[in-house]
T-cell receptor, first 113, second 115 residues
């Protein structure tokens, strides 16, 4: 079945450091890929998405490229801020029946001043 | 703001009591989902509706759980005879059905603590 594997955390970085959170997936067909972010005590917010191979999703300085050859969708940001501290979830939607959406376990990011 | 809203945000209940959560989706969205999230884990799918029809239920949804969406708008999730293992955040989400890759929008969640 479809699944997502995320880099285990927690990740602690200093402000302005480069961020990479790895995500790989297993799916049949052509899934859509997502990154969601969850701030303390809140629900999930969509950060970015990509719906086909080689697409790059981007938002708020974060980027992720849909790599079919490596089945990956790694999240990157060139210069993190304290306000980026949150839990990041990689997710996959296998088809238009998006009840198939699967989430990774999440990676907690802490950015220190 | 016309995002997904959930009520209550926090609920503390004694074991054995019933609780009900309400979700109001984004108004034009025809799909509504319930997920459960425990600490340190990603959301786990519980059930989803397309309009008023409940189309799928996860095996995680025991007989003590029931969800309704009577008019295809708001939804309720009821947990009967709560157990300590039910303590979690219950997330509601909605989307507009599309051919593929449509985005699910989440509410802020309802925290349940069973004591």
């Amino acid at each position: 079945g479809n699944s997502v594997t995320q880099m285990e955390g927690p990740v602690t970085l200093s402000e302005e450091a480069f961020l990479t959170i790895n995500c790989t997936y297993t799916a049949t067909g052509y899934p859509s890929l997502f990154w969601y972010v969850q701030y303390p005590g809140e629900g999930l917010q969509l950060l970015l998405k990509a719906t086909k191979a080689d697409d790059k999703g981007s938002n708020k300085g974060f980027e992720a490229t849909y790599r079919k050859e490596t089945t990956s969708f790694h999240l990157e940001k060139g210069s993190v801020q304290v306000s980026d501290s949150a839990v990041y979830f990689c997710a996959l939607s296998g088809s238009w029946r998006d009840n198939d959406m699967r989430f990774g376990a999440g990676t907690r990011l802490t950015v220190k001043p | 703001d016309t995002g997904v809203s959930q009520d209550p945000r926090h609920k503390i209940t004694k074991r054995g009591q019933n609780v009900t959560f309400r979700c109001d989706p984004i108004s034009e969205h025809n799909r509504l989902y319930w997920y459960r999230q425990t600490l340190g884990q990603g959301p786990e799918f519980l059930t989803y509706f397309q309009n008023e029809a409940q189309l799928e239920k996860s095996r995680l949804l025991s007989d003590r759980f029931s969800a309704e969406r009577p008019k295809g708008s708001f939804s309720t999730l009821e947990i009967q005879r709560t157990e300590q293992g039910d303590s979690a955040m219950y997330l509601c989400a909605s989307s507009l059905s599309d051919t593929s890759g449509n985005t699910i929008y989440f509410g802020e969640g309802s925290w349940l603590t069973v004591v």
